[in-house]
């Protein structure tokens, strides 16, 4: 008898993939969330190459929402973790020492700005970023005996409940909610150093002011580049000025690098652009090599802790360590984060020619290979920035990257509105086109590209071929000012 045929096979493939997803909705969470863009069942992967079940392969720039710095199944992180495997240590440890862990705190050291590296000690928490957020909270409460804490608009840390509290979205009084700089939606309406500027002296204002309503903080959590936030690079002057105005009132800063760690914005840590040293950092994602792991590191004369003040019956993942410490160390000999850097340059100005072409973008902006694009609404005829509600347009692409703006500009850089509909329409014509993109800023509006930082100049190129290609079918389809009715007609209950 003979064989299924290939048609048989492909066939069976897609009732597999189809099942899977119709019972993945019939059982799991309303929460879910990727799961609803990407309607896809990854069954194999190697670096940047995702395959599903039904045989389809896509480029994957959403790398476990930039977990993968090497990509999925790196050779050097599966070898890592198959050496732990043979080897017959214990693969849960709880906070005991381990010669995995003693060489993943001696590659996690080495790879720490300066002024921390000789003076650090390390928690480790629960395996999940939001896990070090809550411990580096309670450690400065602890360290300063003082509750509040600093966080910033657009802020995203994590979903317990303290991390909430400092995201964006919350709106509890016990953190206090600064300016964060951004050139295209300043809230300022100025952009650039001069937008960062008054951020800043908000800041220092509201410190200094015994009536602000906000008491002196036991620390202060930013993030050197907001991820979720929208992708938006803090400028390094304004970097600069916080780490002066927290020192200069003994107010711990925590950067959590959760995301923009381990090479991903073209520098080891972000902070390091600005060449500051925090005081604690809050690490996660690329640091167990696409493992759950999650640290604190801090001064050690932040260390008052005392036994078991922090806890985790898995802050002892053996796999995610040694995966981590071949991750971090790929990245150091082979240059990746040079190679982010220069490739995130070249990728960002080949974004930037494409937001000339198309007025639906708004905004190209990113550090490294940490990329996002803002969708917007367009003016009646399609063009940028033409009538008054739409506010004078930015022109294509105009707020930039970091320290770009408006300063010297005329008139004040007004965004066009935000576009969710457009963006989450670029998210599904790329996946389409076999590209997973991630969609991410304050109104969903911006389709952000995380690639690993092993992407190859061909792979990349892919990626621009296929994102242009969705631009452009979503800018053919869109009605310009469609968006603007949209929303006056969800005003009026419409
Ligand atoms: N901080 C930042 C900057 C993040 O981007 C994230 C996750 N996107 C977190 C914290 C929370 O990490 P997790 O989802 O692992 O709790």
């Not at 960002?348 to 550090?367: K, M, S």
């Not at 033409?386 to 506010?391: D, I, R």
């Amino acid at each position: 008898m003979a064989g299924p045929t290939a048609l048989q096979d492909a066939s069976a493939a897609r009732a597999a993939h189809e099942g899977i997803l119709r019972r993945q909705s019939a059982r799991e969470s309303a929460a879910r969330t990727y799961a609803r863009a990407l309607p896809i069942v990854p069954v194999r992967a190697r670096g940047l190459t995702i395959e599903g079940a039904d045989g389809r392969r896509y480029l994957d720039c959403l790398s476990g929402a930039g977990t993968l710095a090497l990509g999925h199944n790196h050779p050097v992180v599966l070898e890592a973790i198959r050496k732990v495997l043979d080897s017959g240590a214990p693969l849960h440890a709880l906070d005991l020492a381990t010669p995995v862990k003693d060489a993943f705190i001696t590659e996690l050291f080495r790879t720490l700005p300066p002024g921390l590296s000789g003076h650090a000690r390390v928690q480790f928490c629960g395996p999940a970023g939001t896990d070090a957020v809550e411990a580096a909270f309670k450690l400065v409460r602890a360290a300063t005996g003082r509750s509040a804490l600093l966080a910033f608009a657009g802020a995203y840390h994590g979903m317990t409940s303290g991390a909430l509290e400092a995201s964006g979205h919350a709106s509890d009084v016990r953190v206090a909610r600064l300016p964060y700089p951004q050139d295209y939606r300043c809230p300022f309406g100025v952009g650039g150093p001069q937008g960062a500027e008054l951020a800043a002296r908000w800041t220092e204002s509201v410190l200094d002011d015994p009536k602000s309503g906000v008491p002196l903080p036991a620390g202060m959590i930013l993030e050197p580049v907001q991820g979720e936030g929208g992708v938006l690079p803090a400028p390094d002057d304004w970097m600069r000025r916080m780490r002066q105005i927290t020192a200069d009132r003994s107010i711990p800063l925590i950067a959590d690098e959760v995301q923009t760690g381990v090479g991903r914005t073209g520098a080891f840590w972000a902070v390091e652009h600005s060449g500051i040293t925090p005081d604690v950092m809050v690490l996660s994602k690329a640091i167990g090599g696409s493992l759950p792991l999650a640290v604190v590191v801090y001064r050690d004369d932040l260390d008052v802790w005392e036994p078991g003040a922090h806890a985790g019956t898995f802050r002892g993942n053996q796999l995610a360590m040694a995966a981590g410490t071949a991750t971090m160390a790929y990245v150091r000999e082979n240059a990746l984060t040079e190679r982010a850097a220069a490739l995130g340059t070249r990728m960002l100005n080949q974004l930037r020619l494409l937001a000339e072409e198309f007025p639906v973008i708004g905004d190209v902006r990113g550090r490294g290979l940490m990329i996002g694009v803002e969708m917007v609404e367009t003016g009646e005829s399609g063009e940028p920035g033409e009538s008054e509600e739409w506010g004078v347009g930015a022109g294509p692409g105009g707020g930039g990257g970091v320290g770009a703006g408006g300063v010297g500009s005329p008139r004040p850089v007004l965004p066009r509105p935000a576009s969710p509909a457009l963006a989450a329409a670029v998210q599904r014509e790329c996946l389409r086109r076999g590209l997973i993109v991630e969609l991410g800023g304050r109104h969903s509006s911006v389709v952000r590209l995380l690639p690993p930082l092993t992407i190859t100049d061909e792979q990349a190129a892919a990626v621009l071929d296929r994102l242009a290609d969705a631009v452009a079918a979503v800018a053919r389809d869109h009605v310009p000012g469609s968006g603007r009715q949209q929303q006056r007609r969800r005003r009026s209950g419409g």
